[in-house]
């Protein structure tokens, strides 16, 4: 074995570098070099094991994702970041199902089911209760059949509520609220069957259904006779994505930033999941919800908030400080949705969002340029638009927010190519008439219709 006498930095070295981001060279007593440590078995099992889960994400892309989220389901950041993964991927990530759901995530065809152990308030022996009725008798066909077959005292009322709210029962019927009506009915209603079949006495609709006798009535028997609430309209789909977050941690049958998620892609706004790759001092753009907001008060009264930031890959801390919060205090609103301006900060190991300015996607808006393919390499057609559009970007061009979008081809084929920050403008409509009069075709569209 070789003893190390000493470290020093030898600078840049013709060795493998595999990869260790500071420099661990070590001068060895014969003065030869030992690159970072790493000896031949070490470094050939960490490619063996690269090479096995390459194979298996290439092959089995839902089987991997599945594991993945299943072995990392007590990091939330990380099953989000997994979740949009899955997203980009092309897997759909299904909500839990009281039918179909096994404890952990479970792949099924070309989408992963959510597990019943995801969902806040079912623990793990009302799951066990759920999924060995399930196994001895077959699927549940409503909430009635459910609270009939499974022990009450095992999955109670909480986790019944859970299990509505996070959509586990939406098959058996998708109006959430009518079932939240109904539960309550229905568990007296089974509480009571469950007593009659303890003391051998048989529930009169039973009877006649199987018989004559409480012991040869079917197993469904009875099920129509139970109580139901007067009929509601269903939760608001804001206000179900709202119950599915609290219960679940995650937006699962929705999530409010999808709708945007394409036509966003030309405003090439950051990841979240991607927000300590970025550089510093360099405005970045992100469109987020706010997932919570926490108002703040300075020593000398101002006003600023700590918020936390989400999108579809993950989570991050972001601070409006007091400048900023004067202008866009209105848009710091918790579940608001927003495209965000700002910079990466970076404290004590911690990467943080300081939000300079901020607009609600709903009033984000694009302007639209249309080039033809053999004019827009054309330099002094280039030029011509440069100078448009640098006319239009008001007094100081740092909050000319609205960007510019160059369309390039006919109706068979366009590519769409995003001009630099450099080249925002501030208004829109008047962008929109200083192009139309230079002879270019545009127009101003917001990003929701996009």
């Not at 804001?238 to 679940?248: A, I």
């Not at 601070?319 to 927003?338: C, H, M, N, T, W």
């Not at 004019?375 to 640098?390: F, M, Y």
Request: proline residues 4%.
């Amino acid at each position: 074995m070789v003893k190390i006498v000493s470290r020093q930095s030898l600078g840049v070295q013709p060795v493998y570098d595999i990869g260790v981001g500071h420099d661990h060279n070590f001068l060895l007593a014969d003065g030869q070099v030992a690159a970072n440590c790493f000896n031949k078995s070490h470094s050939t099992a960490y490619g063996f094991v690269t090479f096995q889960t390459a194979y298996l994400k290439a092959n089995y892309p839902v089987e991997y994702m599945a594991a993945l989220l299943t072995s990392n389901s007590g990091d939330q950041d990380k099953v989000q970041m997994h979740i949009g993964n899955c997203i980009a991927m092309g897997i759909e990530v299904l909500p839990p199902d009281v039918n179909r759901s096994l404890v952990d995530f479970t792949p099924e065809d070309k989408s992963i089911l959510f597990g019943l152990s995801a969902v806040r308030n079912v623990g793990l022996g009302a799951i066990e209760c759920i999924l060995k009725n399930r196994e001895a008798d077959g699927p549940f066909k409503s909430l009635a059949e459910l609270c009939d077959r499974v022990d009450l005292h095992s999955v109670n009322r909480r986790a019944l509520e859970s299990l509505i709210l996070a959509g586990a029962l939406d098959k058996l019927d998708p109006n959430r609220n009518q079932l939240m009506q109904d539960l309550e009915l229905v568990i007296d209603w089974a509480q009571g069957r469950a007593k009659d079949r303890e003391i051998g006495q048989g529930n009169l609709f039973d009877m006649m259904l199987g018989g004559g006798d409480a012991q040869s009535a079917t197993p469904s028997a009875g099920y129509e006779t139970a109580p139901k609430a007067p009929l509601v309209a269903d939760f608001e789909a804001q206000e179900k994505l709202r119950q599915e977050k609290e219960l679940l941690g995650f937006y699962i049958s929705d999530h409010p930033l999808k709708s945007v998620q394409r036509s966003a892609r030309v405003l090439a706004p950051i990841n979240l999941a991607e927000l300590h790759e970025q550089p510093d001092n360099v405005t970045l753009s992100a469109i987020v919800i706010l997932a919570s907001v926490k108002p703040v008060v300075t020593k000398k009264g101002d006003r600023m908030a700590i918020v936390q930031l989400e999108d579809l890959t993950g989570q991050s801390e972001a601070v409006v400080f007091p400048k900023s919060f004067e202008r866009i205090g209105q848009y710091i609103v918790a579940d608001k949705r927003l495209m965000i301006w700002g910079k990466v900060d970076r404290r004590d190991d911690r990467v943080q969002f300081i939000i300079d300015d901020a607009e609600s996607i709903e009033d984000v808006r694009m302007v639209m340029v249309e080039l033809d393919p053999r004019l827009a390499g054309d330099i002094e057609q280039q030029h011509r638009l440069r100078n448009v559009i640098r006319n239009n970007q008001g007094d100081d061009p740092k909050y000319a927010r609205v960007p510019v979008i160059a369309v390039i081809g006919g109706s068979q084929q366009r590519q769409f190519v995003r001009l630099g920050a450099q080249f925002r403008v501030k208004d829109p409509e008047a962008a929109v008439t200083a192009l139309v009069n230079a002879n270019f075709q545009a127009k101003a569209t917001p990003l929701i219709s996009a």
